[in-house]
């Protein structure tokens, strides 16, 4: 039987999800390795447990249009919803249509 006279535990407040800026990431990873806390790519994947190919994926947003990056940093970190993610922003190297889309698509929420 359950006892309604012991006290009962405060409800918790709903936790909000949050998402990491992808380019806030990579400059992150790229610190790391220009400041010699890891000494290569490699080295950043074996301390972060993920791939080497994982992490120059992400080092390789640090190359796109200078626009796009300063939209995207432009997100905040963390962000409170996935306005962007590392996949969508690869897409970008596809096509300079790709690109101007995406600037024109969200120069308009910056």
Known sequence: MFDFNNETKPIAAKQTKTYSNPIVTAKIYSEMIKSGAVASEAALARK??????????IMML?????????IVEGFG?????????ERMLRRLFQS???SVEF????????
């Open 96 to 98: 300079k249509a790709a």
């Open 62 to 70: 640090l190359k796109l249009d200078v626009e796009i990056i300063r």
């Open 103 to 110: 600037l024109a698509k969200h120069i308009k929420i910056y």
């Open 77 to 85: 970190n963390p962000m409170t919803a996935r306005f962007i993610s």
């Open 48 to 57: 972060l447990g993920i791939s080497r190919a994982r992490v120059n994926q």
